[in-house]
């Protein structure tokens, strides 16, 4: 069964950037949607971007629309999801999704 492995996150000061990494364990990464998701203590958990297994095309939450931007290499079965303009209200543990396999989350601290 393919694992998902989200890396990247950290303290990041308001207005900063950072990129997350989903590392997928298997080559059918590929052929399968992507979407990253994010849930901040005591809120449910959020959809946030999904992109499609070429890449071509992606989708955002109107919350992140114009701030984050999800990418994705094949070739090394690696997601990414850049984010910038980072507010606190950012702060949270995000997750990456395949079919019905999640990673087990990366926290990002927006602080200054």
């Known amino acids: 069964q393919v694992q998902l492995v989200e890396s990247g996150g950290g303290l990041v000061q308001p207005g900063g950037s950072l990129r997350l990494s989903c590392t997928a364990s298997d080559s059918s990464f590929g052929t399968l949607n992507m979407a990253w998701y994010r849930q901040a203590p005591g809120q449910q958990r959020e959809w946030l971007a999904t992109?499609?297994?070429?890449?071509?095309?992606?989708n955002y939450a109107d919350s992140v629309k114009g701030r984050f931007t999800a990418s994705r290499d094949n070739a090394k079965n690696i997601a990414y999801l850049q984010m910038s303009s980072l507010k606190s209200e950012d702060t949270a543990v995000y997750y990456c999704k395949q079919r019905t396999i999640w990673g087990k989350g990366t926290l990002v601290t927006v602080s200054s």
């Open positions: 992109i499609t297994p070429t890449g071509a095309y992606t």
